[in-house]
């Protein structure tokens, strides 16, 4: 089964940039979606297609994706983007989707 | 507004069913593909399967595979999600969620919309 791996958290100071890693086999061949949990809340979609965002999500959201690891990155971080940031991808092989555990990104 | 609302909390005995309701407003309800998803208490997010509101048509991750039910009521616009066999590891929040149609394509499009979940407690 295809696994992805992420840190369990990411820490930084407001105004700063997070990177928030998603590890996986040669993930560069797959279509990365991320999404944000906030505590209590249902996930949300914050990029589609390694680098795509939705509607209504701010600039500073992005996305890469190359070799084993895709790459959320929030720019000029604010509090309000405390939450769990997951990863998601298609396994291919198993017919079945996978998330990652999830990254906790805390604003000091 | 497009939204999914999923039906109250549940608690059930090992060994019981479970049925989840998720009542889709906003959109037509054929058009999409609905997917659930859990999360247990401090865990990630676990995807359970997919069906096709239209045809009905259904893929079970191989967890799942045999515990698992997933139907339909479009004359309610409503998907359900049937899990027996509970054991407490089973206790979690459950999701649904509404596939995009960004390209058409089940296996590639992410989830736009999610139910706001039903929490399930199995325990003795």
């Known amino acids: 089964s295809y696994v992805l791996t992420q840190p369990p958290s990411v820490s930084v100071a407001p105004g700063t940039t997070a990177d928030v890693s998603c590890g996986g086999d040669?993930?560069?061949?797959?279509?990365v979606h991320w999404y944000q949990q906030k505590p209590g809340q249902a996930p949300v979609l914050v990029i589609y297609?390694?680098?795509a965002r939705p509607s209504g999500i701010p600039g500073r959201f992005s996305g890469a994706n190359s070799g084993n690891t895709a790459t959320l990155t929030i720019g000029g971080v604010e509090a309000g983007d405390e939450a769990v940031y997951s990863c998601?991808?298609?396994?291919?092989?198993?017919?079945?989707?996978?998330f990652g555990g999830g990254t906790k990104l805390t604003v000091l | 507004q497009v939204q999914l609302v999923q039906s109250g909390a549940e608690v059930r005995k090992p060994g019981a069913s479970v049925k989840v309701s998720c009542k889709a407003s906003?959109?037509?309800?054929?058009?999409?593909?609905i997917n659930w998803v859990r999360q247990a208490p401090g865990q990630g997010l676990e995807w359970m399967g997919w069906?096709?509101?239209?045809?009905?048509?259904?893929g079970y991750a191989q967890k799942f595979q045999g515990r698992v039910t997933m139907t339909r009521d479009t004359s309610k616009s409503t998907a359900h999600m049937e899990l027996s066999g509970l054991r407490s590891e089973d206790t979690a929040i459950y999701y649904c969620a509404r596939v995009t149609n960004l390209r058409g394509v089940r296996e590639l499009d992410p989830f736009d919309i999610w139910g706001q979940g039903t929490m399930v407690t199995v325990s003795s």
């Open positions: 297609y390694d680098s």
């Open positions: 998601q991808v298609w396994d291919d092989d198993n017919h079945h989707w996978v």
């Open positions: 069906m096709n509101p239209n045809s009905g048509h259904t």
């Open positions: 040669d993930i560069r061949t797959k279509n």
């Open positions: 906003g959109y037509t309800f054929i058009r999409y593909d």
